[in-house]
């Protein structure tokens, strides 16, 4: 099973920048789809972005325009550039990958907006 291991997350002043990575132990090829979550304390998990294995992108209306995922194929590593960031950004960011059998998660990087 491919594991998929996030990083880059931190404390950021609001309207500052993060990029989280999410590394797979093998080919990312191995999902047809891979995207971002977040779950903030006492909130569900929420979609932030996908990206298909062809390069297709969405976005939650909340992560449009400031956020902006992205692959890199030849590193196995999946990113998400978040810029302008809220407070109400705060939460733990999962990593997803999804193939016909079901889901592979990573462990989840907090993120914290804040001054």
């Known amino acids: 099973q491919v594991q998929l291991v996030e990083s880059g997350g931190g404390l950021v002043q609001p309207g500052g920048s993060l990029r989280l990575s999410c590394a797979a132990s093998?080919?990312?090829?191995?999902?047809?789809?891979m995207g971002w979550y977040r779950q903030a304390p006492g909130k569900q998990r929420e979609l932030v972005a996908t990206?298909?294995?062809?390069?297709?992108?969405t976005y939650a209306g909340s992560a449009k325009g400031r956020f902006a995922i992205s692959r890199d194929n030849a590193k196995n590593t999946v990113y998400l550039q978040m810029n302008s960031l809220k407070p109400e950004d705060t939460a733990v960011y999962f990593c997803?990958?999804?193939?016909?059998?079901?889901?592979?998660w990573g462990q989840g990087t907090q993120v914290t907006v804040s001054s």
């Open positions: 990206i298909t294995s062809g390069g297709s992108t």
């Open positions: 093998g080919s990312i090829f191995t999902f047809y789809a």
């Open positions: 997803n990958g999804r193939t016909s059998l079901g889901s592979n």
